[in-house]
Every structure is written in structure tokens, then in C-alpha cells.
């Protein structure tokens, strides 16, 4: 009998009842009448018959031809159920029999049938996996792929689609696997709204159909990004790293009016002609013309002013992320310190890397402003400062068996507010010599203020073993005598003095501020103590025999050169502001309310009074503002109240009764 299927087994040609049972008599006519059973099974030629006879026969040769007709018969019967349940039975009772081989087939095949019939792609996997070598295997495996494609072609799995991309490279389904894969992709990087996901789709799709809404997407949300920063800097970059973008228009015209802005502050044409250039149809364009008009007829006042106004303002920015990155690679620890200093007033996302390059150096002073700098960064700029520091977070993460990065991994969990991350990554970094201290100090600082008891003893326990060897090593170090010589040498222990005094003393501060718990504390405050009164009268009697050496060595005189250079510049712009409301500066407004907007100290309030020397329009208008601003009015709440009653006395009836009453509410405000 032919099998259902094509592909099954072919059984010989003519009848194999009546050839086999020829075969049999022929046998026993040979044995002679000694097997007159036999002769009696194979005249009535059924299963029970040779199974009586070998039942009363096992032994002999008339029993090895009974087996061989009774396996036979039963294998002519498994075909003819052709099924599995069949070709089990018979494979159970003749698993070595001449046809067992063929029954395995036969099996196979129709297991292969009812995978077929089942659909889908697990039943087809179980042939192949029953019998690997079969050909139902191999038959398998070509509609395998077929039913694979089906399941996957409907499939919300990216990793699903991958997978069989790299099971069937050559499959029949790959291009319509490939596109359900390209659409999925870029509808999840699409719908997240950030740049990240939508570059990582076209890296993965290099060819992929959605490319070009990839890039327009991308270019909207840079551009989206650029206007929501508000800085004409990043505006600017987005135009020249976009050029003729979808977008162009939309930024021209925001960066347009920030720059009339900027032009009204800084009483600069500069900004308004660029302006002008930019969005020359723009409604920011007509006030820009307007202000090159009014600056290029100022004459000296104007000059005045302008130069008044760059004063109160100061520098619009610190050194650029190349100059501070050179700075950092002073062999004076004072320059990298400053430098890290100076990063954290950084805007540029480029000083994110700065702060966390430098907090791996093992200075430990150098981790105390740099994870400082990083926190600070995040507070005043979440978004864009979170995102680059993340990414920190994930490169170092596959780093932490290097102590430096054990560091950078404990500043950026800190600025991110992992502190249980940060405390762990401190504490490893204890058992390297190099950071030891640096992860010792700022294990005991977040120990001060997050930890039981129980963990602040033991962070300062792991301090003091780690503090104890720098302190005597740097105690050695310094010299009795100072020559011209021993100069350079003698600053480096005088810098490292310095820093490990400084950050003990800030670690005994923290600890010894009042806790709501009013817990006890730490144990080896006094140690700690003692440590820090030993290396600061040994940096107080180095820094005593530098200055026999050079009077003009950097901080001989104790003040730190960053902290000198801001206070110039504090009274500078304080210096600005006065002389600002003496004139009566009317084009001056717009800085002195950013100022008294931004500054919460006697900056902010002298920007204040300048406004109500003022008086006029805008000035009042100005105050008003700064009186519905609560942070302002906090900071600043008499001067503010005095500045309103000042500027009310001239004022039109209308708005005088404003001032008077934002000044009265401040009164009462408690």
C-alpha cells in the first residue's frame, strides 16, 4: 500500500502475502513433516497463528521463520492503520525487526501529517526534534520556515523577528519579515519623542523604509530641543548642523527674538543686525531694525551705558570645554581644582565629561567639587544634563573594576541620586590605594547623612585607615627648609595638605550638625579630628617657609585665586548697578531685572534700588514683575517695598495704585 502523503515509503512490488508464505512451505518441505504446527500457521497465514505456534515453539529454526512471517504480517497491518498509534504498536513489539527501520519512516511521515494538519510551527519543531535524521525531518524543516514566517510575520517581538532573520537567512519570508521589523522599530523610536531611539533605528535600518521620517523626526526634535534651551548658542549650532532642515524657518524666527532680547540687555547692535539677517520678515526684525536705528546714533552715554551693563552682567561665559580640559591636565592640583570649579558654572554639556573625568583623578578634593558640580548641574538643568550624565552611568557600569571609574561611578549616582549605587561604589573604591581616601571621605559624608549608626561608625572607621597613612606620608614629605630648589615639589605637598585638611574639616562639620534623630556621633570624630589639626598646622608652617621663598607663589596668602577673581567681578557688577541708577539708565532695565531676577544677595538688591532710581515705564513695570515673583519677594522683600513707594510717587494714577498695593502686600506678607 502507497502512504498518504508523497515522500512515504515504497514497499517492493507483488504480493508479499502469498511470496512469503510460498517461502514458508517451501521451508517445510525441505525440514521434512517434523514442523507440521508451522505448516498448520502459515496455511491459515495470521498473526495469532504464528504467535500460537511460537508460544508452543520458541526455540529452532521453524520458530525463526514464524517470527520473520509473524513481523511481517504485523508490519502489513501497522501500514494499513498508517498512523502513529500504528507504527508505535508495532516498533513496541519488534523494535529490532526487519521492518522496524521502515516503521520509524513511516512514523515520522506521519507525524510530519498531523504537524501539517495542526499548523503552526511548534508541532513541525517536534518532528524534527523526535527524528533529526529522518526524511519527515527534512521535510520538516522546509515547512518549518513557511509556518515560522506566518507566526512572526504578526508578531509584536522585535527580538522575535531578529531570531528568525538569523534562523533563515535565505528564508522565503525575509523581506516581509525585514519590513514588519523596520516598521516595528521605528514606531517604538518614533513614539518615544527623543533623539536616541530614532538614531539607534538608523543605525540598525541603514536601508530601512522609514529613513527619511527618521531624519525629519530627529531634525524636529534637535530643533525642538535648541528652542526650548533658549540659548542663542544652541539655536546657532542647530543652524549650522542643519542646514536648509524643515525646521529652518521655525528656529530663525525664535532664535531671532532671542537675540532682540539679548540685543535690549546688552544695548548691543551686534545682536539685532544678526537678527535682521536671520528672519528679515519676522516680527522681531522690525524691533531689531529699530535698535541698530537707536544704538548707532547713541554716541557716548549709550557707550557708557553699554559698557556699565557688560559689567553688571559679567562674563557671558567661562573658558570653553578644550581650555578647561588642558587646565585639568595641570601638574598644580590649585588649576584642576579651579578648573572643575569653573566647569560647574558651565552651560556647555560639554564640562558634563569635565566633571566626570576629573572626579576619577584620585584627588579626593578634586571627586568634593566634581560630584558637587555634577549634582548642582542636574538640579539647575535636569533634562538635557540627566540624559548626558545617564549615559555616563551605563559606559562606566561595564568599567567598575577600574578604581578611577569606581569614583566617576560613585560621583554620577550621586548627582543622580542613587545613593545606596554611590555609597557601594565608594566603598570599593577604599580597597585600591590610589582612591582610598577620595572613596573614604565621600563614603563618610553620605554615611553622615543617610546611614544607621551602626554604618557611619564603620565609614568612619574605614576613613580614619585611610586618612591616617596620607596624613604621615604627606607630614614626611614636607620639608623643614624651602630652597628655591625644593619649590615646585614643596607646592604639591602644600596642595595635598591643603585638600586632605579641607575635606576633614568638612567631614567633622557635617558629622557634628544636629540630626531631628539626635543621634550620637560617629565614632572617631576625635581621631578624626586630630588628623585634620595635624596636616593643617603642617600646611600652615609650609606655607609660611614658600612665602620666605616667593612672595608671589599662587595663594601664599591663603585666598584661593578663583574666590579672589569672583569677588572682583562681585563688586564690579555691584559698582555697575549703582552707577546704572545714578544715570537713570532707562535702557538699562532689561539687565537690571535679569539681574534682580537671578540674584538672591546684595547684587540682586542693588539692581533693585538702580530701578528705582529709574523710575519710568519700564522700571515700574520691571518692580511689578519683581513684586509677583515669591522668590524675589523673599529675598528681597524691604528694598523691593521701598523701590515701589519710590516709583509710585511720579507715577500716572492707574498704575501708582498697583505699585502702592504690591507694596503694601509685601508689608503684611509674612
Same mark, same amino acid.
Given at each position: ?41 502459515? +496455511?491459515? $497465514?495470521?498473526?495469532?497463528?504464528? &504467535? =500460537?505456534? @511460537?508460544? /508452543?515453539? !520458541?526455540? *529452532? %529454526? ?91 510575520? +504578526?508578531? $509584536?517581538?522585535?527580538?522575535?523577528? &531578529? =531570531?528568525? @532573520?538569523? /534562523?533563515? !537567512?535565505? *528564508? %522565503? ?99 539685532? &543686525? ?5 528672519? !528679515? ?112 552611568l551605563t559606559d562606566l557600569r561595564g568599567r567598575s573594576s577600574n578604581p578611577e571609574d569606581l569614583l566617576r561611578l560613585g560621583a ?259
Amino acid at each position: 500500500m502507497t502512504p498518504r502523503n508523497a515522500g512515504g515509503y515504497e514497499p517492493p512490488q507483488g504480493n508479499p502475502t502469498i511470496m512469503q508464505t510460498g517461502i514458508i512451505v517451501a521451508a517445510l518441505a525441505l525440514a521434512g513433516c517434523g514442523a507440521t504446527g508451522l505448516q498448520r500457521a502459515a +496455511t491459515r $497465514d495470521t498473526e495469532d497463528a504464528y &504467535r =500460537a505456534f @511460537l508460544s /508452543a515453539n !520458541p526455540e *529452532g %529454526e521453524a520458530a525463526a521463520d514464524a517470527r520473520e512471517r509473524l513481523t511481517a504480517l504485523a508490519f502489513q497491518r501497522a501500514r494499513r492503520g498508517d498512523d502513529i498509534a500504528s507504527y508505535n504498536r508495532f516498533l513496541a513489539e519488534f523494535p529490532e525487526g526487519d521492518h522496524a527501520d521502515q516503521a520509524r519512516e513511516l512514523r515520522a511521515l506521519a507525524r510530519l501529517r498531523r504537524a501539517i494538519e495542526q499548523g503552526g510551527a511548534a508541532p513541525l519543531r517536534q518532528v524534527i526534534d523526535g527524528d533529526p535524521d529522518s526524511r519527515a525531518a527534512r521535510e520538516a524543516r522546509q515547512h518549518l520556515e513557511r509556518a515560522e514566517a506566518a507566526e512572526v510575520v +504578526t508578531s $509584536d517581538e522585535p527580538a522575535r523577528l &531578529r =531570531a528568525y @532573520l538569523l /534562523a533563515f !537567512p535565505q *528564508g %522565503e519570508e525575509r523581506t516581509r519579515v525585514e519590513r514588519r521589523l523596520d516598521d516595528m522599530e521605528f514606531s517604538s523610536a518614533s513614539s518615544a519623542g527623543e533623539v536616541s531611539p530614532l538614531r539607534s533605528y538608523l543605525q540598525a535600518h541603514p536601508r530601512g523604509m522609514h529613513r527619511a521620517e527618521a531624519l525629519d523626526a530627529i531634525d524636529r526634535l534637535e530643533a525642538d530641543l535648541a528652542i526650548a534651551s533658549g540659548a542663542p548658542e544652541d539655536m546657532e549650532r542647530f543652524l549650522r548642523d542643519h542646514p536648509g532642515s524643515a525646521s529652518d524657518d521655525r528656529v530663525r524666527a525664535v532664535l531671532a527674538e532671542g537675540l532682540v532680547v539679548r540685543a535690549e540687555m546688552m544695548l548691543d547692535e551686534r545682536y539685532a &543686525r544678526r537678527a535682521v539677517a536671520l528672519a !528679515p520678515e519676522s516680527p522681531a526684525a522690525e524691533n531689531a531694525s529699530r535698535l541698530v536705528s537707536m544704538y548707532e546714533r547713541g554716541g557716548k552715554r549709550l557707550a557708557l551705558e553699554r559698557d556699565l551693563v557688560a559689567d553688571l552682567l559679567g562674563p557671558m561665559e567661562v573658558r570653553d570645554a578644550d581650555a578647561l580640559r588642558g587646565v585639568l591636565e595641570s601638574h598644580d592640583p590649585l588649576d584642576a581644582w579651579n578648573a572643575v570649579r569653573e566647569a560647574a558654572l558651565s552651560s556647555d554639556p560639554a564640562t558634563i565629561d569635565i566633571l566626570v573625568r576629573a572626579a576619577g583623578m584620585g584627588d579626593p578634593l578634586l571627586l568634593f567639587y566634581a560630584r558637587a558640580a555634577l549634582s548642582s548641574r542636574v538640579a539647575a538643568d535636569g533634562g538635557a544634563t540627566r540624559g548626558r550624565i545617564e549615559q555616563w552611568l551605563t559606559d562606566l557600569r561595564g568599567r567598575s573594576s577600574n578604581p578611577e571609574d569606581l569614583l566617576r561611578l560613585g560621583a554620577v549616582n550621586e548627582a543622580l541620586d542613587d545613593i545606596d549605587a554611590a555609597a557601594t561604589a565608594y566603598r570599593r573604591a577604599i580597597d585600591h590605594q590610589a582612591t582610598a581616601v577620595a572613596g573614604a571621605v565621600h563614603l563618610a559624608l553620605i554615611a553622615v547623612d543617610n546611614a544607621p549608626t551602626s554604618e557611619r561608625d564603620e565609614a568612619f572607621r574605614m576613613l580614619i585607615e585611610a586618612a591616617r597613612p596620607r596624613a604621615e606620608e604627606l607630614l614626611d614629605l614636607a620639608p623643614d627648609d624651602v630652597d628655591i630648589d625644593r619649590r615646585d615639589s614643596s607646592v604639591v605637598v602644600l596642595r595635598g595638605l591643603e585638600a586632605l585638611g579641607r575635606l576633614l574639616e568638612t567631614v567633622i562639620e557635617r558629622a557634628s550638625a544636629p540630626t531631628p534623630e539626635g543621634a550620637d556621633a560617629p565614632a572617631g570624630m576625635d581621631e578624626i579630628g586630630r588628623l585634620a589639626q595635624a596636616v593643617d598646622s603642617a600646611a600652615g608652617r609650609l606655607l609660611a617657609r614658600l612665602r620666605v621663598v616667593d612672595e608671589d607663589i599662587e595663594s601664599a596668602d591663603g585666598a584661593d585665586p578663583l574666590a579672589r577673581a569672583a569677588a572682583e567681578r562681585r563688586d564690579r557688577r555691584l559698582r555697575a548697578a549703582e552707577r546704572l541708577g545714578e544715570m537713570r539708565a532707562t535702557r538699562a532695565v532689561a539687565a537690571l531685572l535679569d539681574v534682580a531676577s537671578r540674584d538672591e544677595d546684595e547684587l540682586g538688591r542693588e539692581a533693585i534700588r538702580a530701578l528705582g532710581r529709574i523710575s519710568g515705564n519700564d522700571a515700574r513695570e520691571a518692580l511689578l514683575s519683581l513684586a509677583r515673583n515669591d522668590q524675589v519677594a523673599r529675598a528681597h522683600r524691604s528694598v523691593l517695598v521701598t523701590a515701589l513707594r519710590t516709583v509710585a510717587s511720579g507715577a500716572p494714577a492707574e498704575i501708582r495704585r498697583a505699585l502702592l498695593d504690591a507694596a503694601a502686600a509685601l508689608e503684611v506678607t509674612p
